[in-house]
């Protein structure tokens, strides 16, 4: 999977617990961790760039100078750091598709996905989701049914097929079995709880393949 830069300043500096400034110093001063910018000039990090961060606040954290612990990093990367290399928890550095045509649902869902240090792609359409996983192959994707006239299920089969990729089914109506037959990993009744979402698509994400469980 493509390593993104999608992930802001302003998330890194919440989830990590560094201060945005302190990030931007040690961008400047060591040159070791260099984000990628949006075309406003915003920084925008990698999940592997998010581990090498996480790995530089540990060593900071032990009692490692800040000169020290970019050394460090400068030395894991010559040897082959990867993303797996550090434990890494599921929500920070995993970017989830949301389909939703509902534009004020979306905005909800994505507030509280971000929060959490996801990174989120809106996608309004069918089309538009399929766009987007060839431009950006998210983690995990978050389809309501009744997208496109009604063409969730159809695009919950497509992305476990073609994609093998986790899908977090919703919809008003009651789709949990259709969800499930289709291909989707989970099945959520709207209105979304936002801790259930979030609980939801942490585990889809931390077992790697469709649970058999069903959430409720």
Do not use: N
Not at 38 to 53: F, K, T
Not at 113 to 141: I, M, N
Not at 163 to 179: E, F, G, I, K, Q
Request: hydrophobic share 40%.
């Amino acid at each position: 999977m493509p390593d993104l830069s999608v992930y802001s300043i302003g998330i890194l500096a919440r989830t990590l617990g560094i201060p945005a400034a302190t990030l931007r110093t040690w961008e400047e001063r060591y040159g070791v961790v260099v984000p990628g910018r949006s075309p406003a000039g915003h920084r925008l990090y990698s999940r592997l760039q998010v581990e090498q961060l996480r790995f530089v606040s540990a060593q900071v954290s032990s009692g490692v100078s800040p000169a020290d612990a970019h050394r460090l990093l400068r030395e894991r990367a010559v040897t082959g750091m990867t993303q797996r290399d550090s434990p890494f928890p599921a929500g920070l550095g995993s970017l989830v598709l949301l389909v939703e045509r509902d534009p004020y649902a979306a905005s909800f869902c994505e507030h509280f996905l971000t929060s959490e240090g996801y990174g989120v792609t809106v996608a309004p359409s069918v089309e538009r989701a399929l766009a987007e996983t060839v431009r950006h192959l998210p983690d995990v994707a978050v389809v309501d049914l009744m997208i496109s006239g009604g063409q969730g299920l159809r695009l919950c089969t497509r992305f476990h097929q073609q994609l093998d990729l986790p899908v977090l089914a919703t919809s008003t109506m009651d789709l949990r079995d259709d969800a499930l037959a289709a291909g989707a990993s989970a099945f959520l009744d709207k209105p979304l709880q936002p801790r259930r979402l979030v609980s939801t698509v942490q585990a889809l994400l931390s077992r790697g393949t469709r649970p058999t469980a069903r959430p409720h």
